[in-house]
């Protein structure tokens, strides 16, 4: 089925620095949620966008939806080691119940 | 809140035999859930879309033959691999939702057939 587009695919960054991610799409999406899954987890759910244009924080995390409903981003802030794993992007349209997910990224944090 | 549970959380089986995986909404009635898997360094590919009391929808591709779900309640959905191969090995993830569109997922199944 449909993916969006995430990118980049691995991030490795130094313990401190700042992470940018980001969601695009051909096609317009009605909500964005944003998930982080640890290896042999399930994903759990970072942050929910319902609206274009909304701007959402949780903690060192914000989210935006993108003003043309194509895309959305995922900043984190002076990351630290816990934050190491997949974060994976999902859009909804209105049609039917099904996200659409993202390819993941792939964050790794060294000390 | 929102909390979905999954069990087992890991299973080995010979080949052959079925293995049932049960998901469930602890905290809040699930109007429909859904059945992902996903292989290793790979995101999430949809099986499967199960209301309570109605028959699931599959996705194209996946045999429902194969991979029976059942939704007895608002809070439990099953799947069923029957006749496991080695093939069906992968990590299986329910999710479940109830009023907006925000599904939450379990914390998967991870089988190992031999």
């Known amino acids: 089925g449909q993916q969006l587009n995430q990118s980049p695919q691995s991030m490795f960054i130094q313990e401190g620095e700042d992470v940018s991610m980001n969601c695009t799409s051909s096609s317009i999406f009605n909500t964005w949620l944003w998930y982080k899954q640890d290896p042999g987890e399930g994903p759990v759910l970072l942050i929910a966008?319902?609206?274009?244009?909304e701007l959402t924080s949780n903690g060192r995390l914000t989210a935006q939806f993108g003003i043309t409903r194509k895309d959305s981003f995922l900043n984190i802030s002076a990351s630290i080691p816990s934050d190491v794993g997949i974060y994976f992007c999902a859009g909804f349209q209105n049609a039917g119940n099904m996200l659409t997910f993202g390819g993941g990224t792939r964050l790794m944090v060294k000390p | 809140g929102a909390v979905v549970s999954q069990h087992p959380s890991w299973v080995i089986c010979k080949s052959g035999t079925s293995v049932k995986i049960e998901c469930r909404s602890l905290d809040f009635q699930a109007t429909t859930m859904f059945w992902y898997r996903q292989f290793p360094k790979q995101s999430l590919m949809l099986m499967a879309t199960?209301?309570?009391?109605?028959?699931?929808?599959?996705e194209q591709g996946v045999e429902k033959d194969k991979f029976l779900i059942n939704h007895a309640s608002l809070t439990l959905s099953t799947l069923t691999v029957t006749s496991a191969h080695p093939e069906d090995s992968s990590f299986y993830i329910c999710s479940a939702k109830w009023a907006t569109v925000t599904q939450y997922f379990g914390p998967g199944t991870r089988l190992t057939v031999l």
């Open positions: 966008l319902y609206k274009a244009g």
């Open positions: 199960s209301n309570e009391g109605s028959k699931a929808t599959y």
